[in-house]
């Protein structure tokens, strides 16, 4: 395995990437509005977030209030319609959607409840496609690191309709991290897993989080998963309405 892989950084609000004391993630007044054959949808209605470097942060809040649209603009996948919105030093209102491209390649690892894997490729070339993208020669290397970290080195080969549910979520966080990513985006991971699968699969997240002092945002309706991290942010009508660290017994 190549050593960036074994390479074990602090973790905590100092950890990976934290060069001073600026947020990793900074939003004010963050909106988020839609125009629709029923008039106007305010989404997300001011929204006022600071996320430390190191980080693990549960998002939690009713179907609708506005968690996966907050995921998306902090991605740059979707736009604010008002506010301001800083992630990993760059104001993303100011990139162009291939600046946008290049900021996610180099700073976010993202998970989706659906993998979001490539079928026509091999459980190898999903993991290398960041890599490839970033023009990294080692890209095929790495990835096979990778997959075996998270106990895939006997499905290399094989393409996502051959692997189970529970595999394809450890393909997609083998892709997540294989950057060693400064911020992870994880929206229910756990979401189409059976709940002993799902529990394998939050163990590795949590253990890859930590290996690499990874910034992490986990939006989840399960309160077991969101009382993992060490900060829960309530979201409710498009509005922060509790914002709490958590204490360990």
């Not at 942060?57 to 736009?79: F, W, Y």
């Not at 080692?138 to 990835?143: C, I, P, S, V, Y």
């Not at 756990?190 to 002993?196: H, I, S, V, W």
């Not at 399960?222 to 309530?234: S, T």
């Amino acid at each position: 395995m190549p050593d960036s892989l074994n390479h074990v950084p602090p973790t905590g609000p100092a950890g990976r990437g934290a060069t001073d004391g600026a947020p990793l993630i900074e939003a004010r007044n963050l909106s988020f509005r839609v125009v629709g054959a029923g008039g106007e949808v305010n989404i997300l209605r001011g929204v006022d977030l600071s996320i430390g470097r190191g980080e693990a942060v549960g998002i939690v809040g009713p179907s609708g209030s506005g968690k996966t649209t907050l995921l998306m603009l902090l991605a740059g996948l979707e736009r604010a319609t008002g506010g301001t919105l800083r992630v990993a030093g760059e104001e993303l209102a100011a990139m162009d959607e291939d600046a946008l491209a290049r900021f996610r390649r180099d700073n976010l690892g993202i998970v989706f409840q659906s993998f979001h894997l490539v079928p026509t490729m091999t459980a190898l070339e999903n993991v290398a496609i960041p890599l490839e993208f970033a023009g990294r020669a080692d890209a095929f290397e790495r990835a096979e690191a990778a997959l075996r970290s998270v106990g895939l080195a006997h499905r290399l080969r094989h393409y996502p309709g051959q692997l189970s549910g529970g595999e394809q979520q450890r393909v997609a966080l083998a892709r997540a991290f294989v950057a060693e990513p400064k911020l992870l985006l994880a929206d229910e991971p756990t979401g189409n897993l059976d709940r002993a699968t799902g529990d394998k699969v939050m163990d590795l997240l949590f253990e890859m989080r930590a290996r690499f002092g990874t910034t992490l945002l986990l939006i989840t309706h399960d309160p077991a998963l969101a009382e993992r991290c060490e900060r829960q942010v309530r979201v409710g009508d498009g509005l922060i309405v509790a914002d709490s660290a958590l204490v360990a017994a």
